[in-house]
């Protein structure tokens, strides 16, 4: 289990402000827009980092103070930082005949890991020949080798297309039996992934528990990093608007995903956002209808 408490870290420009939360054996994705301070946090649990103020605890042992090699932590920073003088094999290795683990040991566990993320056909080859997803199952099977307490992930699928994505996505899905930390901006990935979510905006966690937060926003902030509609302090999401023929509303713009179009609605003047599949059009007059709406705090 990991347990941070009152962490803090100041730079001139920039607060992570008294951060506390714990997860146990569970995938926990913390989510938040560019900037808000994601990797610095997941960098102090790392030891990359050292916070300011507060404490961080893995299985009840104080970690706050340990260099990142005393910390039984699997982390996965953004650029992966593979070495790229090696080859797979000895990338994936790597931690183990540091630590002076015997040859035929190595060879049977490069062979489960390697197997289990579906790299085995690489290990000969020379990493800068790798594509994204390669290296990232790379950086994700060095990590895993060490049999870590807990897996940190910094954007793990921000550099790969959307095929690839869905590929690392079902791989990172087979991770069980440890707390995973993944640090994300996509909210499609944290709905994919998540079994508990904090949210994280400009150092701060606004929110931290189960997956329900991304469906109900509980106040306003939430809602609209959410990207849900805000009207008289009631919450309303894209999809939850149906729109027909009317005289409430005037369409301002329209953007055509193919399955559905996202538009964009003065509606009493506040700018609504739905999500539709009807034909609709810049300058049409509209109704709209509310399926559902969340009463915010
Ligand atoms: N060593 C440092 N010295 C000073 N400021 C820093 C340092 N490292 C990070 N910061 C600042 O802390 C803030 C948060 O950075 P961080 O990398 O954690 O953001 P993030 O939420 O991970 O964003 P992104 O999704 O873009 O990676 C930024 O303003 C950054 O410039």
Not at 51 to 57: W, Y
Request: glycine share 6%.
């Amino acid at each position: 289990m990991l347990k941070v408490e009152n962490l803090s870290k100041n730079w001139k420009e920039f607060k992570l402000k008294n951060i506390s939360f714990e997860i146990g054996k569970e995938y926990c994705v913390i989510i938040g827009p560019s900037g808000a301070g994601k990797s610095v946090l997941l960098k102090c649990v790392a030891g990359i980092l050292k916070p300011d103020n507060g404490e961080i605890t893995l299985n009840g042992e104080d970690i706050t103070n340990l260099p990142p090699e005393k910390r039984n932590v699997g982390y996965v920073p953004q650029n992966y930082a593979l070495f790229p003088n090696k080859n797979v094999y000895k990338n994936i290795a790597y931690g183990l005949i540091v630590r002076k683990i015997n040859k035929c040991e190595i060879e049977r566990k490069v062979k489960e890991i390697s197997e289990f993320l579906n790299i085995s056909h690489l290990l000969d080859r020379d990493v800068k020949t790798l594509s994204g997803g390669e290296q990232q199952r790379v950086a994700l099977a060095r990590a895993l080798i060490l049999n870590p307490d807990i897996l940190l992930l910094d954007e793990p699928t921000s550099a790969l297309d959307t095929k690839i994505k869905e590929n690392i996505i079902t791989e990172l899905k087979k991770i069980k039996n440890i707390p995973v930390l993944h640090i994300t901006h996509d909210l499609a990935e944290a709905r994919t992934l998540g079994e508990k979510i904090g949210i994280f905006i400009n150092g701060e966690l606004i929110s931290f528990g189960s997956k329900k937060i991304l469906k109900h926003p509980t106040n306003k902030k939430i809602a609209e990093f959410l990207g849900f509609n805000i009207i008289n302090n009631m919450a309303i999401a894209p999809e939850d608007i149906i729109i027909s023929k009317g005289d409430e509303g005037e369409v301002l713009n329209v953007i055509d995903y193919g399955l559905y179009k996202k538009v964009l609605i003065n509606y009493k003047s506040t700018i609504i956002k739905a999500y539709t599949q009807k034909d609709v059009k810049i300058g049409d007059k509209v109704n709209l209808h509310f399926k559902s709406m969340l009463k915010l705090n």
